[in-house]
């Protein structure tokens, strides 16, 4: 039985008195009294615990995770944190935007001060007091989080607070179901059971549910057998690394996958011409799914190669770039900085397009190309390795200074001084104490001027369009040919420094999970596929799918002989069914049974 995680509890004891439960409740009993427990969530930065809690007065009651008190009761929602160097006021205040702080910047302004952390003394029971001492003491902070003091993370105000603190587990159902499948039938095949024998069947809620989980776990085993290619090309390449041009060959290279996996005919070409013009369109359509792993949340949020330190992405030659001090003389900013520093300025800046999805090709992303290629795509490739039946090519966005004119039919997002570039470069100018004047127009000054030197390196590529007040206005995107796909240390995992802002210096572990998943030869392994098995299906859906789950094949007459291809290629490996799936259906052997929930009643 796997449960699903949830909360995680503990009393306030901060000695060997306290108690950790998984079970929600409201005490923890024990010889002399009653304890409150209270639920525990943890930092998405840093990993550091944070106790839910309402401050009713001078008492700490529990309170769950994304609740608000009552009203009534005049309470104030937030987090208990403990630990000696969560919070120095006196040093961490220099690094808080100005907005947040009075006119001398020596305290938080009076708006924000209730946000700001709060010496809290505490015990066990939940009495608490900003003045009296008490057994324990940590910091409060009101819900929902201005920042986070454990990481020295800034938050937009936008933010949703499930994006800045996790509960101990909070996947869901189907991921859950997913990546329990796939571990299973993962583990089958390093236990050396026959490829016949690798499979399972798993009941889930309803008929709509198997049909949307046998979806989702076919677009994991995709993102994932496709990450695991692009990460074995990149390593067999070495540090000299990938750029474009030869990626998807590389990635096709390292797949190796029959044809009639791939190619929209039934059998492989004899004509090695025509095979070859398959094997070149399915190489471009590899690269359209590498570039759009570049930016983030793509298709199915997993932690990718980059945070599985499997991956680094680079820009060619910018080291040099950066070291050349004349080329930046006349730029605020990089003209003070050591070469150190200016590239980890510039990388970051070129993250920002990246991750943003702002990229420039004439060859693979003006819009003409991107229909080209979907045709081509849905023409003579075959599923999974084509594009959704409701699914485009992402036109990529542009990056921008100024509004866009109403009219403009352009994607873009902003560069401006309130968006996240314009806060990290606030901030960076901050915590290397430089004297340069960011306010008003010297902002659109400085960006302007960057931009200018960015694009004459040749890394960007700009294009006029139609501004707000109808002027003409730049925008700008990272030419492809610039980023480099060079094989990660598995150690060291590259912080988003303007997506996730931060006074304290961050170091992202790798998921060593994922990490493992992704470098699994997935090649050399039975192709994983799973179906739904329900009511809606017609008779001839209904058997086929039974006969490739049984996957009783065999190259004799005498049946002594398995199709051992075959089997790899076309069974069924996961069958996902109703809990209504009709008796006396010959499925063949099993060797997993896998539930989603608890049986019905009969």
């Given at each position: ?89 006196r040093e961490d205040l220099a690094f808080l935007p100005d907005s947040w702080l009075n006119k001398g910047r020596t305290g938080p302004d009076s708006r924000k001060r209730a946000s700001f952390p709060i010496r809290m003394n505490f015990d066990e029971t939940g009495r608490c007091s900003e003045s009296e001492p008490l057994k324990w ?466």
């Open positions: 039985f796997i449960s699903q995680t949830g909360s995680f509890y503990t009393t306030l004891d901060q000695d060997e008195s306290r108690d950790i439960t998984l079970e929600p409740g409201v005490f923890k009993y024990d010889d002399d009294s009653k304890k409150p427990i209270f639920p525990n969530v943890f930092s998405r930065a840093s990993g550091h615990a944070f106790i839910c809690v309402t401050r009713v007065g001078d008492h700490l009651e529990p309170r769950e995770f994304r609740e608000a008190s009552d009203e009534e009761e005049e309470g104030e929602d937030g987090y208990l944190i403990i630990g000696d160097e969560i919070w120095d006021e003491w940590g910091w409060f902070m009101r819900s929902p989080l201005l920042f986070d003091p454990t990481a020295g993370v800034f938050f937009d105000t936008k933010t949703n607070e499930g994006t800045k603190l996790t509960k101990l587990g909070s996947e869901g159902r189907s991921t859950s179901t997913t990546i329990t499948t796939f571990s299973i039938l993962n583990r089958l095949s390093d236990a050396g059971f026959n490829p016949r024998d690798q499979k399972l069947i798993s009941f889930t809620d309803n008929r709509q549910d198997a049909a949307l989980q046998a979806g989702h776990f076919n677009d994991f085993v995709q993102v994932v057998r496709l990450r695991a290619g692009i990460q074995r090309a990149v390593t067999a390449a070495g540090q000299g690394g990938l750029t474009f041009e030869r990626l998807g060959a590389a990635v096709f290279a390292h797949l190796r996958l029959p044809f009639v996996e791939y190619g929209n005919k039934n059998e492989e070409p004899e004509l090695p011409n025509i095979r070859r013009g398959y094997d070149e369109l399915f190489q471009t359509f590899l690269l359209y799914r590498a570039m759009g792993d570049l930016r983030r949340s793509w298709r199915i949020v997993l932690p990718n190669l980059e945070q599985c330190a499997l991956l680094e992405i680079s820009y060619a030659d910018l080291p040099e770039v950066a070291a050349t001090d004349g080329y930046w003389r006349e730029v605020p900013i990089l003209a003070d900085l050591n070469v150190a520093d200016r590239l980890l300025f510039l990388s970051a800046i070129l993250d920002f397009f990246r991750l943003e999805y702002a990229l420039h090709s004439e060859n693979y992303l003006t819009q003409g190309k991107l229909r080209e290629h979907e045709k081509l795509f849905r023409e003579k490739l075959r599923a999974p390795w084509t594009l959704d039946p409701n699914e485009s090519l992402r036109e990529p966005y542009y990056m921008r200074l100024e509004t866009l004119h109403r009219s403009a039919k352009v994607a873009s997002k902003s560069m401006g001084p309130a968006s996240g570039l314009g806060k990290f470069i606030k901030l960076f100018v901050k915590q290397r104490e430089l004297d340069v004047d960011l306010r008003g127009d010297h902002y659109a000054h400085f960006i302007r001027l960057l931009m200018k030197k960015l694009e004459g390196a040749d890394y960007l590529a700009s294009q006029g369009a139609k501004g707000e007040k109808n002027d003409n206005i730049t925008l700008y995107r990272l030419r492809i040919e610039k980023i480099v796909w060079r094989p990660g240390d598995l150690k060291m995992v590259k912080a988003d420094l303007i997506k996730r802002r931060s006074y304290k210096q961050q170091a992202p572990k790798p998921n060593l999970f994922f990490q493992d998943l992704y470098q699994r030869d997935f090649a050399a392994a039975k192709r994983l596929r799973a179906e739904d098995h329900t009511g809606q299906l017609n008779v001839d859906q209904r058997r086929d799918r039974e006969d490739r789950f049984r996957a009783d094949w065999y190259l004799d007459a005498d049946k002594k002989l398995l199709d051992r291809d075959r089997i790899r290629n076309e069974a069924i490996s996961a069958l996902y069914c109703s809990p209504t799936m009709e008796l006396g259906i010959d499925i063949g052997g099993l060797s997993v049974v896998h539930l989603r929930n608890d049986p019905p009643n009969p």
